[in-house]
């Protein structure tokens, strides 16, 4: 008896493996699949007439008429225009002290100096056809000196034409980097 407990499932396990190593399904080759393939597509062009040839279509044209409330100046890309902004510039420097009254009073001279000048064709090409109202001389504190410089330019090359103008009334004129505000 102990050995019929044995074996019986010693034989189930046999009979486990043996029947799942066994398939009823027949295993199809790719070339039957491409034949079979092959014939759906052959029945299906005896069916299909339809011409399009036979039916010509033409899009509705399409008239569309907006109205908005958008801002004209937005609408031609002009949104920053009149917009000022502080970026990395050049300015010309025509005096540096540690006395603020000296500072003050060559800060008073180029303020002059451009009143009696800014209308010049000199002045004019330097600014590109737009003089700006305000004079652009500023008077900068950075510890320890006070600096008088003049213009707010984005390219060196405009500051060179004005360093070249300035150099008459100013000899010591040299250009500076300088944050400067500008007006898209």
């Given at each position: 008896m102990a050995l019929v407990a044995r074996?019986?499932?010693?034989?189930?396990t046999c009979l486990l493996l043996l029947s799942g190593c066994a398939s009823i399904e027949r295993v199809t080759d790719e070339e039957d699949e491409a034949d079979e393939a092959?014939?759906?597509?052959?029945?299906?062009?005896e069916v299909e007439t339809f011409d399009v040839d036979q039916y010509p279509l033409e899009a509705p044209e399409r008239v569309v008429d907006v109205t908005h409330r958008v801002p004209a100046q937005l609408m031609e890309v002009r949104a920053a225009a009149g917009v000022e902004r502080t970026v990395d510039g050049y300015r010309v420097q025509i005096f540096?002290?540690?006395?603020?009254?000296?500072?003050?009073?060559?800060y008073?001279?180029?303020e002059e100096w451009w009143a009696?000048?800014?209308d010049s064709d000199k002045l004019r090409e330097v600014f590109a056809d737009a003089v700006p109202e305000e004079p652009p001389v500023h008077l900068i504190y950075r510890q320890p000196l006070y600096r008088v410089r003049v213009g707010n330019f984005t390219s060196q090359e405009q500051a060179r034409e004005l360093m070249a103008v300035l150099r008459d009334s100013f000899s010591d004129a040299f250009i500076a980097r300088s944050p400067v505000t500008v007006r898209q």
């Amino acid at each position: 008896m102990a050995l019929v407990a044995r074996i019986v499932p010693l034989l189930c396990t046999c009979l486990l493996l043996l029947s799942g190593c066994a398939s009823i399904e027949r295993v199809t080759d790719e070339e039957d699949e491409a034949d079979e393939a092959a014939e759906t597509a052959r029945a299906l062009a005896e069916v299909e007439t339809f011409d399009v040839d036979q039916y010509p279509l033409e899009a509705p044209e399409r008239v569309v008429d907006v109205t908005h409330r958008v801002p004209a100046q937005l609408m031609e890309v002009r949104a920053a225009a009149g917009v000022e902004r502080t970026v990395d510039g050049y300015r010309v420097q025509i005096f540096s002290t540690d006395d603020r009254r000296a500072a003050d009073e060559v800060y008073t001279e180029a303020e002059e100096w451009w009143a009696s000048n800014r209308d010049s064709d000199k002045l004019r090409e330097v600014f590109a056809d737009a003089v700006p109202e305000e004079p652009p001389v500023h008077l900068i504190y950075r510890q320890p000196l006070y600096r008088v410089r003049v213009g707010n330019f984005t390219s060196q090359e405009q500051a060179r034409e004005l360093m070249a103008v300035l150099r008459d009334s100013f000899s010591d004129a040299f250009i500076a980097r300088s944050p400067v505000t500008v007006r898209q």
